[in-house]
């Protein structure tokens, strides 16, 4: 079972350049989600999508793209990448809500981006 | 709006000393609440979650949690740590039903396990 798949796992990109962190699940699931993890700041949503062709703004959006053309994929598109968006990033699914319960979280391995 | 809010960003511990993690929640609503672990270099994995069905939740690795409304704690406690419980905990909260589908995290603790 693969889960969650992240590419790629380090990038280094110059200030300005845009690029595409990927994220593709085979679980079928119905909801996906991007967190950045930053030191001493826990996990900040940055988008998420409850199903294809749906997406909806976390608490940390702006500088970052997405779409939901798949079930499967949700990439994350950074337009102009800037310093402050060097980061951890997360990909998350899960099965969706009310579904026998809590809604729990697959998470990919993580990508890690330098922005010079 | 949920949120969490983790006390202490580092816990140290001997091997075998019991492991104490503090979590506090703020939530309109009844909550989800969630604890998940990260070990070095990889993605977060779900450790127990609480769902309403049990005020003390037992998870994987020996781990467990009780939820207390009167506190609005959701503490995780393992009685006698291991070297390899050295990790990020995290502890998240999300809404019961409606259509919010985000979990919120908190800042983390890291855990150094002393031998």
């Known amino acids: 079972n693969a889960g969650v798949t992240q590419t790629p796992k380090f990038q280094v990109l110059k200030t300005g350049q845009s690029m595409t962190l990927q994220c593709a699940q085979d679980m079928n699931h119905e909801y996906m989600s991007w967190y950045r993890q930053d030191p001493g700041m826990g996990l900040r949503l940055i988008h998420y999508?409850?199903?294809?062709?749906?997406?909806d703004q976390g608490e940390v959006p702006n500088g970052y793209n997405v779409s939901r053309s798949t079930t499967e994929d949700f990439p994350l598109r950074l337009l102009s990448a800037a310093p402050s968006q060097t980061s951890v990033y997360f990909c998350a699914s899960s099965i969706g809500w009310g579904t026998s319960g809590a809604n729990v979280l697959t998470f990919g391995a993580g990508s890690r981006l330098t922005v010079l | 709006a949920q949120s969490v809010t983790q006390l202490g960003s580092h816990v140290s511990v001997s091997e075998g000393a019991l492991v104490l993690l503090r979590c506090n929640y703020s939530?309109?609503?009844?909550?989800?609440l969630f604890w998940y672990v990260q070990y070095p270099n990889q993605g977060l994995q779900l450790l127990l979650k609480y769902t309403s069905a049990a005020t003390l939740v037992k998870g994987i690795n020996g781990f467990e949690a009780e939820f207390k409304k009167s506190e609005t704690s959701f503490h995780l406690t393992k009685p006698s740590a291991h070297m390899s419980d050295a990790a990020e905990y995290f502890c998240?909260?999300?809404?019961?039903?409606?259509?919010?589908?985000?979990?919120?995290f908190g800042a983390g603790t890291t855990v150094t396990v002393r031998a």
């Open positions: 999508s409850v199903g294809a062709g749906i997406t």
């Open positions: 939530s309109s609503v009844p909550p989800y």
């Open positions: 998240a909260v999300s809404d019961q039903g409606g259509d919010d589908y985000k979990l919120s």
